[in-house]
Each structure stands twice: as C-alpha cells, then as structure tokens.
C-alpha cells in the first residue's frame, strides 16, 4: 500500500494502524515479525487473507477513499467469535528453542510470546459477550476478599469448576458502572494464568490479556497501556504523536522466558 497508515471503519468505529506494524500472514514461517495481525471471527465483510486487508470480492482493489470498512449490519451473526480482532505482539525477540537430552529441539517460543500480545476485539451486537460477566451481575465495589491496593476477589461456579475474579475496586469506585473495568479471572486462585478483560469505548470494543506469576502491583499498568493504545490508534494520524511507544513490561524481569 502506498501510505504508511492503514485506516479502518468497524461499524463506525475508525481505527488508523501503522503500516509498519504489519505482523504478516498467520500461516508464514515462524518466528513471525513482531506487530499487528488483523483477523475477523470468521463472519466479517472483509477477509484479510487475500491481502492487505482487501476487501472480499474486490480482487484485490483498494477502497477509492482509502478506508477499509466492515458492518455487521444485515449479516448473519456468528456468536462463537469477535466480529474483528487485532493482535499486537509488542517488541520481544522470541525465546530460542529448546534442546532436549537427545539433541531434538523443542519448540516452546509460542507460550511465552502470548504474554506479549495484547488482543483489541470488536464484539458486534448480538454476539455473546464474554461468558463470565454474566456471573458477576449481583457484584458490588466492596464484595469479597480484601487482597490489598484496591484489589478485592471473588469466586463463582462455572461450568462444574470453581473460577476466581480479581477486580481493581478502587478504580471502580472511582468511574462508578454496573461492573468493573479492570477484571481478571483464573481458574487458579494463587498464581496461575489469568486473564484480563477491559471494556473501551464504544460499546462492543474490549481488550484482553494473560499474565502469569504478575505481581498486582504491576496490573493497573498494564490495562492503562492498554487503553493508551486503543484511544492512540483511534486517533487520526493528524493528531497523533507519531513518535509515540508504548511500554508492556514495566521490568523485564516480569516477562515469561519458559
């Protein structure tokens, strides 16, 4: 593509990525490029395999006004998967692979990079939401146990197993809403793998993260770059700080290496 800025509209909503950040095909050889993977749930209007964010059915040719768009209006809805998605591998080498006792490489690179990645998605109406918010529907600010710094936990049935929330209360008492924005869930209540959902605006636009062994403490930086990169990204190339970085480990020591 001629300009340096891949401008969408996912139903209304624009977002102008870099070109630069182009992770590559999901299907290339590995270690693919740090950057931005767009994919579709499957159901979307344009289909990202048949080139650079080409529009189905154009062959190949480019909008005439340059902005790649998708509506779920009048489409069949696929409730399985977000309407869009982008995966952003933030800038780390991948781990080597490692040797076995027998000579053999093991390939482990992919584990750890998920901990790079932070997903921005585009959950158009009439798809299901998240499944475990539904859970928290009779949630307040002060339930469940105090784990310090304004985060409080909680636990739920789901699906014959216990699930544990973490929610930054203190934030919640600050904006206010039905639920929190900065939620995480685990089925380990001690130092598992957990998952993070933060809600953005419009409604429909969310972000979601894993972390392992992460110190709370380093949580709420975490979302707040979320979020400082979802509004950058909504923000016309015009207006932007080009020069602009964004920061996921705070300390590097936090990262995942096996």
């Known amino acids: 593509m001629p300009d340096e800025i891949v401008?969408?509209?996912?139903?209304?909503?624009?977002?102008?990525?870099?070109?630069?950040?182009?992770?590559?095909?999901?299907?290339?050889?590995?270690?693919?490029?740090?950057?931005v993977l767009a994919v579709t749930g499957g159901w979307?209007?344009?289909?990202?395999?048949?080139?650079?964010?080409?529009?189905?059915?154009?062959?190949?040719?480019?909008?005439?006004?340059?902005?790649?768009?998708?509506?779920?209006?009048?489409?069949?809805v696929d409730p399985r998967d977000p309407f869009f998605t982008l995966s952003i591998t933030f800038e780390f080498p991948l781990p080597p692979a490692e040797k076995t006792w027998w000579g053999k490489s093991s390939d482990n690179r992919v584990y750890p990079v998920s901990f790079?990645?932070?997903?921005?998605?585009?959950?158009?109406?009439?798809?299901?939401?998240?499944?475990?918010?539904?859970?928290?529907?009779?949630?307040?600010?002060?339930?469940?146990?105090?784990?310090?710094?304004?985060w409080r936990t909680v636990s739920r049935q789901y699906s014959n197993r216990t699930v544990w929330f973490r929610f930054d209360a203190l934030d919640w008492h600050a904006r206010g809403g039905?639920?929190?924005?900065?939620?995480?869930?685990?089925?380990?209540?001690?130092?598992?793998?957990?998952?993070?959902?933060?809600?953005?605006?419009p409604r429909g636009w969310s972000a979601d993260?894993?972390?392992?062994?992460?110190?709370?403490?380093?949580?709420?930086a975490k979302y707040a770059a979320a979020e400082t990169l979802y509004d950058w990204l909504g923000?016309?190339?015009?207006?932007?700080?080009?020069?602009?970085?964004f920061v996921w480990w705070q300390d590097l020591r936090d990262r995942p290496t096996h």
Do not use: C
């Open 44 to 76: 979307g209007q344009f289909n990202p395999t048949v080139g650079a964010l080409a529009l189905a059915g154009d062959d190949g040719e480019h909008p005439k006004d340059g902005i790649y768009r998708a509506t779920s209006n009048g489409q069949k």
């Open 178 to 201: 039905t639920l929190p924005r900065r939620l995480a869930s685990s089925d380990s209540r001690g130092e598992g793998i957990w998952y993070h959902y933060l809600p953005l605006s």
């Open 7 to 35: 401008p969408l509209e996912i139903d209304g909503t624009a977002i102008f990525i870099p070109k630069a950040w182009n992770a590559g095909r999901p299907w290339d050889a590995r270690p693919w490029r740090n950057g």
């Open 116 to 150: 790079d990645r932070l997903h921005i998605s585009y959950h158009a109406p009439g798809e299901r939401e998240m499944p475990y918010l539904s859970l928290l529907n009779d949630l307040n600010p002060d339930d469940g146990e105090d784990l310090g710094d304004g």
């Open 209 to 220: 993260f894993l972390t392992i062994r992460l110190p709370m403490s380093r949580w709420r």
């Open 235 to 245: 923000t016309s190339p015009a207006k932007r700080n080009s020069t602009q970085r």
